[in-house]
């Protein structure tokens, strides 16, 4: 409890903690997007899960295009076609992909391989999501010059850093419910939290 006030309680973080939920939800929102939008790749005959084993690759195709059709169900979805309408879109999109591009060189530099495992496959995760969501090609017409194509990697970074965030996400939940019942934290108060 305390370390969850540590990061996010407004008070204990001069403000940057609503910043960083924000952040948790946008980036949320973006893979969850993504999922929805890269349905219809997955549906596609000629795409295929290959495990090594075909009964299994069926098997992780179906449950895989479960999840795929559950993301059409929740009704908030990030609209990536608003996000870059303005004059300002190239500049913005340059400066979007810098950006991750620093993201990506920081996490070379960290020295806990298991951290920068994570790290590496979160940024993979997004990448993919930015990638399904700002490709000029048709995601699923099999009949186009140059189709859209996920490599393997692909996808498991993407199922992976979405598996994350919603773990993530549903901890937030059972921590703001622990503080309401509390009573004690001054952040109960907290609307944003």
């Given at each position: 409890?305390?370390?969850?006030?540590?990061?996010?309680?407004?008070?204990?973080?001069?403000?940057?903690?609503?910043?960083?939920?924000?952040?948790?939800?946008f980036?949320?929102?973006?893979?969850?997007?993504?999922?929805?939008?890269?349905?219809e790749y997955f549906k596609q005959d000629n795409v295929r899960l290959y495990t090594g084993n075909s009964d299994t690759d069926r098997k992780t195709k179906d449950l895989l295009m479960?999840?795929?059709?559950?993301?059409?169900?929740?009704p908030m979805h990030f609209d990536e076609?608003?996000?870059?309408r303005d004059r300002k879109s190239t500049?913005?999109?340059?400066?979007?992909?810098?950006?991750?591009?620093?993201?990506t060189r920081i996490i070379d530099c960290v020295t806990c391989e298991?951290?920068?495992?994570?790290g590496k496959l979160q940024t993979q995760g997004l990448g993919t999501a930015l990638k399904?969501?700002?490709?000029?090609?048709?995601?699923?017409?099999?009949?186009?010059k140059i189709p859209f194509r996920l490599t393997r990697q692909?996808?498991?970074?993407?199922?992976?850093?979405?598996?994350?965030?919603?773990?993530?996400?549903?901890?937030?939940?059972?921590f703001r419910d622990l503080l309401k019942s509390s009573g004690t934290s001054h952040m109960h108060g907290h609307t944003e939290l």
């Open positions: 409890m305390a370390e969850f006030q540590r990061r996010f309680d407004p008070a204990q973080t001069g403000g940057e903690g609503t910043d960083r939920l924000k952040n948790l939800y980036i949320y929102l973006i893979e969850l997007r993504a999922l929805s939008k890269v349905a479960n999840l795929l059709d559950k993301t059409k169900y929740f076609g608003v996000m870059f500049t913005l999109k340059r400066e979007f992909a810098e950006r991750f591009l620093n993201v298991k951290c920068r495992l994570w399904i969501l700002f490709s000029q090609r048709e995601i699923g017409d099999e009949r186009s692909e996808v498991v970074s993407l199922v992976n850093a979405f598996a994350r965030l919603s773990s993530s996400i549903k901890s937030l939940e059972i």
